[in-house]
């Protein structure tokens, strides 16, 4: 059976139990990023070398030339604490592919296991911690997508890939996963951590590539310090993302968001980056930045000062719409002097 169609009947499954995720399909709507690399640039890839065989509660095919297993656990016990066996039938097992525990609230991942497929822990109600272990290099797409209870996931020191809306819809989550704030090189795509509404306070290191929407609808967020500078195209990884989509979206719909930072190798502030962060009060425009998009600061109502760079060489008409507050702090002769004057934006001359 296709892995993808299986997947497909054992959400349908799920929904109709009252245990499952709240679906793909809600997820596959989402405009932003429709593109994923591939997780062969990220982990070693499983091939399937069996056919899916059921024991218990498991489920597992044999893979990498039948060495290792991916396994699947469908749990339907009252237990609140499950450990994932990390050797099933003498062979290690290294991916997870599908995980339901109907009222687990505290999930481990022991060393060993590298892969957390896409969608493989979402939609788990009671889920309230998951420690991750030291292996788990990849985890996909919408992974823990729509755990409404989630709050702390710990471990993971090696990850080094965070796919699209991993952490979607973890409402609860009032701080980034450890592995995030360890600060490990990782890149986390499109909309990784988007309206996971307890956030409060975010740090991205310098060695953290990320895309866009990661913080959208985070609507507790009150403080950003994001020191790296975005993803770097790729033709190979990442084929489809361009300059124009770094950071496009980050932080949109942050309506409690006051202060960010910036690191000054960010070059671009894309399209609707801080749209409807109402409460922004505070936020510097990178040195080197050069472009400032469409709808960039929109209805940001509390900004009442923004420092343009001399850098900055273009700026979209709507960038600052809504912005009734706002005065330009802007070098004499320069772009954003002559684009103030030009769009009537209140505007003040530094040296």
Known sequence: MNLS???????AISLLMGIGCMGQKAGARDDVGRYEPSIVDYAV????????IKDGIYEYSL?????????????????????????????????????????WEHLIVPNGIEIIDDSALSGMSHLRKVDLGKDVQYIGRQAFWGNPNLTEVTGGQNVRFVGRQAFYLCKRMKNLPDFVKNHRKCIYSQAAFKNARALTNIKLSSNVQYTNALFKGCTSLKSAYIQGKGFLPNAKTWKYMNKNKINEEMFSGCRSLKTVKLYNGIIRLNARMFADCVKLQKVNIPKKCTYIGINT??????????????????IDKTAFRGCKKLTLYVKKGSYAHKYAKKYHIKYKLVK
């Open 5 to 11: 169609f299986k997947k497909c009947i054992l959400f």
């Open 45 to 52: 890839p499983s091939s399937n070398e069996s056919e899916w």
């Open 63 to 103: 893979i990498r030339n039948k060495t290792a297993v991916r396994l699947m656990v469908l749990d339907t016990s009252s237990a609140k604490e499950f450990i994932v066996p990390k050797v099933f039938h003498n062979l290690p097992v290294k991916e997870l592919f599908y995980v339901r525990g109907r009222k």
């Open 297 to 314: 600061f929109r209805n940001c109502k509390s900004l009442r000062k923004l420092t343009i760079p001399k850098s900055v060489k273009k």
